[in-house]
């Protein structure tokens, strides 16, 4: 199983803009078919944030933050990225790299799953 390492997360202002990372440690025999980012915060499931298809770069986001936060790729780093701008203090959560695949439309998580990082928006 290919290893993820978020990274990028913090402790912001509200209004303010962070940039998370999302690194395979090691190539596996396969491109992904699809990476997303999820958050949970404290006493709540986790959620979908965004993802992106690895082939044609097609994306879905939440509408919580649908036009505040951009999902991107970097393949020649094997890195997806997560720009996000105006944040509130409702995107406080750990923050998630997955690898996963598209049906349709929808985003399907696969197992894989990174360790998280922490975002904290004070208001």
């Known amino acids: 199983q290919v290893q993820l390492v978020e990274s990028g997360g913090g402790l912001v202002q509200a209004g303010a803009s962070l940039r998370l990372s999302c690194t395979a440690a090691s190539r596996g025999p396969f491109s992904p078919a699809a990476k997303a980012w999820f958050r949970q915060a404290p006493g709540k499931e986790r959620e979908f944030v965004a993802a992106?298809?690895?082939?044609?770069?097609?994306?879905k986001y939440a509408d919580s933050v649908s036009g505040r936060f951009t999902i991107s790729t970097d393949k020649s780093e094997n890195t997806v990225y997560l720009q996000m701008d105006s944040l509130k203090p409702e995107d406080t959560a750990v923050y998630y790299c997955n690898r996963g695949y598209f049906v349709g439309a929808d985003y399907t998580s696969g197992n894989n799953w990174g360790q998280g990082t922490q975002v904290t928006v004070s208001s």
């Open positions: 992106i298809n690895w082939r044609d770069g097609n994306t």
